[in-house]
């Protein structure tokens, strides 16, 4: 982030979130995108439900309106580059996290899963391929969201993802998902800890080098 940027609520989350995610990923390795995934389902179907009625059925259109709502009320910038009944493809300009999502692109999984989440529980199936990313050098996003199984088609598969029961909470994990994140997450400090402990000793050596140097100099 330059310097010169106006520090903000939300510059300051989206460096927070982005840092965080990039130590996550460090820690566990690919199967940090399986959270980002399962995150954006349950993320996505949470904040469908400050727009409409995230039990109902809609059509295209409206299934449209939210997404784009949903991108642009948290900062991003994406409008519709094509509808059909087949396919919806997105162009996005901004991204929420701002630049910095450079530091930490596997984030990208996060409009996956909201958009291919949203679509599964209403049209039962999507399939969301990210073409273009800004992540990693591209000068916009674009993302190509099948409502129809095309074999010939790449990307992210969502297949009849449940709606969570009436006064449900979508964020309310499985009891071994929370086990397994916490476990992840306990590795996440560990090497916090053990770089920190790195560090430590790495100025300790510069700081021993340091009083020899002065002592031969002498």
Known sequence: MSQNQTLTAQTFLSKLLTQY????EKAIGDRAEEYIKQLGIRTGEWMEGHYVDAKSTRSVDQYVNVILAIKNDIGGHFEIEEVTPERIV???TQCPFGNMVKDAPHLCQMTSSVMGGIASRHFGYSKVKLDKRIAVGDDHCRVVIHLNQNE??????????????????????????????????RKSDEMITDLVSEIEDL?????????????DFR
Do not use: C
């Open 152 to 185: 010939e088609s790449e990307g992210e598969e969502y297949h009849n993802l449940p709606v969570t029961p009436e006064n449900g909470d979508p964020f309310q994990w499985e009891e071994e998902t929370i086990k397994m994140l916490g476990e992840e997450l």
């Open 90 to 92: 997105v162009k996005g």
């Open 21 to 24: 995610a990039t130590l996550h």
């Open 203 to 215: 100025r300790s050596q510069i700081r021993m080098q340091e009083r020899k140097s002065k002592r």
